[in-house]
T-cell receptor, first 117, second 111 residues
Framework: AQKVTQAQTEISVVEKEDVTLDCVYE???????LFWYKQPPSGELVFLIR??????QNEISGRYSWNFQKSTSSFNFTITASQVVDSAVYFC??????????????FGTGTRLTIIP | NAGVTQTPKFRILKIGQSMTLQCAQD?????MYWYRQDPGMGLKLIYY???????DKGEVPNGYNVSRSTTEDFPLRLELAAPSQTSVYFC??????????FGPGTRLTVT
């Protein structure tokens, strides 16, 4: 069975501070994918990043960066110099493989991030 | 491209009523999914499809049915609605082995 744990239910930081959202996963698959999605107050789900299990390189995209460590089964997300627009619920997700070979996503329960102006 | 569209945006049902949530995508994706999101929780997979005519159960399929007669459409049917089905429903699509693209969601209340 697959599992994604986001232990931080809610985080509040003052604007311009850096913040890291934690994600720990469990899987018996040797090939898998990890994802981060953003859900702003408007409710839609916005894809942020996909990482496959064979690529442990960290990734940076503007103010966002991701740290993938297989040794600790973690895929953490850092926002640098946070802005009010970053306020949202952030979900970490893990892909499984169905009978047909496609991924089924297992989501964590999300971290609600509030940026205080 | 409109992406993934869902109708209706909001709906209130009485216990025991039935309805169909519509989902369509114009990206020619083979894979489509239905999730529900309960308050304060992540998304849970209800059903998914890998192509027209092929569907399979997800984590929480009880009380729901799906069909996939075309690549574009993936409707979700609720029979005999129950209060436990009050949730936000998201449809998603993806090409093979790629990220999923989500629709805007349908907020359903069963009273």
């Amino acid at each position: 069975a697959q599992k994604v744990t986001q232990a931080q239910t809610e985080i509040s930081v003052v604007e311009k501070e850096d913040v890291t959202l934690d994600c720990v996963y469990e899987t018996r698959d040797t090939t898998y994918y990890l994802f981060w999605y953003k859900q702003p107050p408007s409710g839609e789900l916005v894809f942020l990043i996909r990482r496959n299990s064979f690529d442990e390189q960290n990734e940076i995209s503007g103010r966002y960066s991701w740290n993938f460590q297989k040794s600790t089964s973690s895929f953490n997300f850092t926002i640098t110099a946070s802005q009010v627009v970053d306020s949202a619920v952030y979900f970490c997700a893990l892909s499984g493989v169905s009978n047909f070979g496609n991924e089924k996503l297992t989501f964590g329960t999300g971290t609600r991030l509030t940026i205080i102006p | 491209n409109a992406g993934v569209t869902q109708t209706p945006k909001f709906r209130i049902l009485k216990i025991g009523q039935s309805m169909t949530l519509q989902c369509a995508q114009d990206m020619n994706h083979n894979y489509m999914y239905w999730y529900r999101q309960d308050p304060g929780m992540g998304l849970k997979l209800i059903y998914y499809s890998v192509g027209a005519g092929i569907t399979d159960k997800g984590e929480v399929p009880n009380g729901y049915n799906v069909s996939r007669s075309t690549t574009e459409d993936f409707p979700l049917r609720l029979e005999l609605a129950a209060p436990s089905q009050t949730s936000v429903y998201f449809c998603a699509s993806s090409p093979h082995r790629s990220e999923q693209y989500f629709g805007p969601g349908t907020r359903l209340t069963v009273t």
